[in-house]
T-cell receptor
Framework: GQSLEQPSEVTAVEGAIVQINCTYQTSGFYGLSWYQQHDGGAPTFLSYNALDGLEETGRFSSFLSRSDSYGYLLLQELQMKDSASYFCAVRDQRGYGNKLVFGAGTILRVKS | GAVVSQHPSWVICKSGTSVKIECRSLDFQATTMFWYRQFPKQSLMLMATSNEGSKATYEQGVEKDKFLINHASLTLSTLTVTSAHPEDSSFYIC?????????????FGPGTRLTVL
C-alpha cells in the first residue's frame, strides 16, 4: 500500500517563502503530485514529478528525490490567496486513469 | 479544457432516503472516474473507481451496496448514497483523467456537500 506524511499546518507571512515537505512509502512509485484546495472548493493540480529534481511553475516549485522517498512544494512570494490546504499524492499505477492516494494535507496560513 | 462538473452542489435529505450525485466530464471522455469523500479538515479518501461499462472497484471498508456507482457513459458517473444516515454527511468529490496516456493531472469536480438530518 501507500502512505504519505506531511506537516499538518504551516504559517508564514506575505512575501515569504515556504516549503511543505512530503515523505512517502509506496509499493511502486509512479510520480508525486501536489494539489491545492481552498475551503469548500475542489482540489486543483499544481505539479507532478516523476523524476528527481526541481520542477518550476511560476511562484510554485516542486522537488523530488526518489532515493529518499521525499518531495517538497516550494511557494515563493507568498500571497494571502495562497492560504489553503496542500496535498501531496502518489499515483497507484503508471498511465492514465489510475487512482491517487493523498496525504493528510497541510494547512497553509499566510499572514499579513 | 478538462472541466468536471457535479450536480447538485449541495443537498439536504432526511435519514433513510437515497441521494444521487452526478459527475460529468464536460469536454473530454473518461473511461475511469473516481469518487472521494472528505470530512472537515481531513484529506480526500478514495471511495471507489468508476469504470465505464463495468462494475466499480471499491476501496476497502466502503460498502458497495450503500454507495452505488453507475458509469453510464464516457462522460457521466453517478454515486447514489442509499438509506443515508447522519454519519454519511460529508463532502463528496469526483475526479477524472482524460482518456489519453501519460496524462498526469486529475481534474476534480466542485464537490457535493451532503447533509443528512
Amino acid at each position: 500500500g501507500q502512505s504519505l506524511e506531511q506537516p499538518s499546518e504551516v504559517t508564514a507571512v506575505e512575501g515569504a517563502i515556504v516549503q511543505i515537505n512530503c515523505t512517502y512509502q509506496t509499493s511502486g512509485f509512479y510520480g508525486l503530485s501536489w494539489y491545492q484546495q481552498h475551503d469548500g472548493g475542489a482540489p486543483t493540480f499544481l505539479s507532478y514529478n516523476a523524476l528527481d529534481g526541481l520542477e518550476e511553475t511560476g511562484r510554485f516549485s516542486s522537488f523530488l528525490s526518489r532515493s529518499d522517498s521525499y518531495g517538497y512544494l516550494l511557494l515563493q512570494e507568498l500571497q494571502m490567496k495562497d492560504s489553503a490546504s496542500y496535498f501531496c499524492a502518489v499515483r497507484d499505477q503508471r498511465g492514465y486513469g489510475n487512482k491517487l492516494v493523498f496525504g493528510a494535507g497541510t494547512i497553509l496560513r499566510v499572514k499579513s | 479544457g478538462a472541466v468536471v462538473s457535479q450536480h447538485p452542489s449541495w443537498v439536504i435529505c432526511k435519514s433513510g432516503t437515497s441521494v444521487k450525485i452526478e459527475c460529468r466530464s464536460l469536454d473530454f471522455q473518461a473511461t475511469t472516474m473516481f469518487w472521494y469523500r472528505q470530512f472537515p479538515k481531513q484529506s480526500l479518501m478514495l471511495m471507489a473507481t468508476s469504470n465505464e461499462g463495468s462494475k466499480a472497484t471499491y476501496e476497502q471498508g466502503v460498502e458497495k451496496d450503500k454507495f452505488l456507482i453507475n458509469h453510464a457513459s464516457l462522460t457521466l458517473s453517478t454515486l447514489t448514497v442509499t438509506s443515508a444516515h447522519p454519519e454519511d454527511s460529508s463532502f463528496y468529490i469526483c475526479s477524472a483523467n482524460p482518456d489519453r496516456a501519460n496524462y498526469n493531472e486529475q481534474f476534480f469536480g466542485p464537490g457535493t456537500r451532503l447533509t443528512v438530518l
